[in-house]
């Protein structure tokens, strides 16, 4: 018996699908490509007929102007590079402290609102109502207003057992003093995290597989507090600690955080974690309700119901929209500008009035935040396909 053959088709013939879509991903690649050189060629030839300068030359010659908060040391006489990266620096650390505080903010807040405490849930259903209606932009001058207005003068700063003070001038809190000491006990307290999370991630996976719950809590905190003990003993035990102290015009020593960046941070952070809260709120409801009485059936408390059925289950829906919420969140740190904190864009604005290089500058601040944006959708698109492959 012979079998009917199947016409044989070249790979890369037009009648190809597959062929046929790499074509016009080519094609439309070479339309996007022509039209930049395009943009920048007629751009670069209208400013040079008006007598405008142009290039990124720009960005080794001195800056000129002072930067009131900076994460590493700079000076006015360095260059404008030096302080557009100095910029950088400032929304990088808004954007991931924002990020790790709105996460653990909206988590709390998403999950109180099936909270059987009424008055639980009743706030934390208030507090996204409240948050997420008014603009960001608004909440952050009123939170600025608190910041120079309601908060008590440098003389009468709000202390806590002279070690903690808030005031107008900031927050200002003790640190461990700069060595090399401390920077084991940094790296103890790192390998501590990821030793914990390897921990809590083989619990989950014994738990699906034995129904045997591990400790998610002690083990972990014993392996972080563990791991820094032995990172601060290879150190040498350093105990140095530098500790603000009120002097008559300021405070002197600790860690301190300006106003601007405080109103930045608690403003992006409250109203970013309202959305996630929705966010959470929406992927705890996705979940079948007999998933709650299967475990319930198992004689599972509701701590553990939602700990280890209803979450893991609800991440699938919850990652894609809290990836969505991130980025909001780091381009909505550019509205920094409005009460004076010295980000990217405010930076690059000082460069704009002293330089003149517009273009280069806006081009900048462009290419920042979309390179924080693509590494932050990169990392939660990881995340999700890993939580995907679990899950199979």
Same mark, same amino acid.
């Given at each position: 018996?012979?079998?009917?053959?199947?016409?044989?088709?070249?790979?890369?013939?037009?009648?190809?699908?597959?062929?046929?879509?790499?074509?016009?991903?080519?094609?439309?690649?070479?339309?996007?490509?022509?039209?930049?050189?395009?943009?920048?060629?007629?751009?670069?030839?209208?400013?040079?007929?008006?007598?405008?300068?142009?290039?990124?030359?720009?960005?080794?010659?001195?800056?000129?102007?002072?930067?009131?908060?900076?994460?590493?040391?700079?000076?006015?006489?360095?260059?404008?590079?030096?302080?557009?990266?100095?910029?950088?620096?400032?929304?990088?650390?808004?954007?991931?402290?924002?990020?790790?505080?709105?996460?653990?903010?909206?988590?709390?807040?998403?999950?109180?609102?099936?909270?059987?405490?009424?008055?639980?849930?009743?706030?934390?259903?208030?507090?996204?109502?409240?948050?997420?209606?008014?603009?960001?932009?608004?909440?952050?001058?009123?939170?600025?207003?608190?910041?120079?207005?309601?908060?008590?003068?440098?003389?009468?700063?709000?202390?806590?057992?002279?070690?903690?003070?808030?005031?107008?001038?900031?927050?200002?809190?003790?640190?461990?003093?700069?060595?090399?000491?401390?920077?084991? !006990?940094?790296? #103890? @307290?790192?390998?501590?995290? +990821? /030793?914990? %999370?390897?921990?809590?991630? &083989?619990?989950?996976?014994?738990?699906?597989?034995?129904?045997?719950?591990?400790?998610?809590?002690?083990?972990?905190?014993?392996?972080?507090?563990?791991?820094?003990?032995?990172?601060?003993?290879?150190?040498?035990?350093?105990?140095?600690?530098?500790?603000?102290?009120?002097?008559?015009?300021?405070?002197?020593?600790?860690?301190?955080?300006?106003?601007?960046?405080?109103? !930045?941070?608690? #403003? @992006?952070?409250?109203?970013? +974690? /309202?959305? %996630?809260?929705?966010?959470? &709120?929406?992927?705890?409801?996705?979940?079948?309700?007999?998933?709650?009485?299967?475990?319930?059936?198992?004689?599972?408390?509701?701590?553990?119901?939602?700990?280890?059925?209803?979450?893991?289950?609800?991440?699938?829906?919850?990652?894609?929209?809290?990836?969505?919420?991130?980025?909001?969140?780091?381009?909505?740190?550019?509205?920094?500008?409005?009460?004076?904190?010295?980000?990217?864009?405010?930076?690059?604005?000082?460069?704009?009035?002293?330089?003149?290089?517009?273009?280069?500058?806006?081009?900048?601040?462009?290419?920042?935040?979309?390179?924080?944006?693509?590494?932050?959708?990169?990392?939660?698109?990881?995340?999700?396909?890993?939580?995907?492959?679990?899950?199979?």
């Amino acid at each position: 018996m012979t079998h009917p053959t199947h016409p044989t088709t070249n790979r890369w013939s037009l009648n190809s699908r597959a062929t046929r879509g790499l074509l016009f991903q080519a094609i439309a690649l070479v339309l996007v490509a022509l039209g930049i050189w395009f943009l920048a060629h007629n751009t670069q030839t209208n400013m040079a007929a008006r007598g405008i300068p142009s290039g990124f030359d720009f960005l080794s010659t001195p800056a000129g102007f002072d930067i009131g908060q900076t994460m590493i040391p700079y000076d006015p006489s360095e260059s404008y590079g030096k302080a557009i990266w100095v910029g950088v620096l400032n929304t990088l650390k808004v954007a991931i402290l924002g990020i790790i505080l709105t996460t653990i903010l909206g988590v709390l807040v998403g999950v109180g609102r099936f909270s059987r405490n009424g008055l639980i849930r009743g706030l934390c259903y208030g507090y996204v109502e409240l948050f997420r209606n008014v603009p960001v932009l608004l909440q952050l001058l009123m939170w600025y207003i608190f910041m120079v207005e309601i908060l008590p003068p440098f003389a009468n700063a709000w202390s806590l057992w002279d070690l903690f003070y808030l005031s107008k001038d900031g927050f200002t809190m003790p640190i461990p003093a700069r060595g090399v000491g401390w920077s084991w !006990v940094y790296w #103890g @307290l790192l390998g501590g995290l +990821a /030793a914990a %999370v390897i921990w809590r991630q &083989r619990m989950f996976k014994r738990f699906e597989q034995t129904g045997q719950e591990g400790d998610m809590v002690w083990v972990p905190l014993a392996l972080v507090v563990v791991l820094g003990l032995v990172g601060w003993l290879v150190g040498g035990m350093p105990t140095e600690w530098s500790v603000p102290e009120k002097q008559t015009f300021m405070i002197d020593g600790g860690y301190s955080a300006t106003p601007e960046f405080l109103t !930045v941070l608690i #403003g @992006l952070v409250t109203y970013t +974690a /309202a959305f %996630v809260a929705e966010v959470v &709120r929406s992927g705890i409801q996705s979940v079948s309700h007999g998933q709650t009485e299967a475990a319930s059936a198992l004689g599972l408390t509701p701590r553990q119901t939602m700990k280890l059925v209803i979450l893991p289950q609800a991440l699938r829906v919850i990652i894609p929209p809290m990836t969505n919420q991130y980025l909001n969140l780091t381009k909505n740190s550019s509205l920094a500008v409005a009460v004076g904190y010295p980000d990217v864009v405010s930076v690059a604005n000082t460069a704009i009035n002293q330089s003149g290089r517009a273009v280069e500058c806006i081009a900048i601040i462009m290419l920042v935040y979309l390179s924080t944006s693509l590494t932050t959708s990169v990392f939660m698109n990881w995340y999700n396909a890993r939580k995907a492959i679990k899950e199979r």
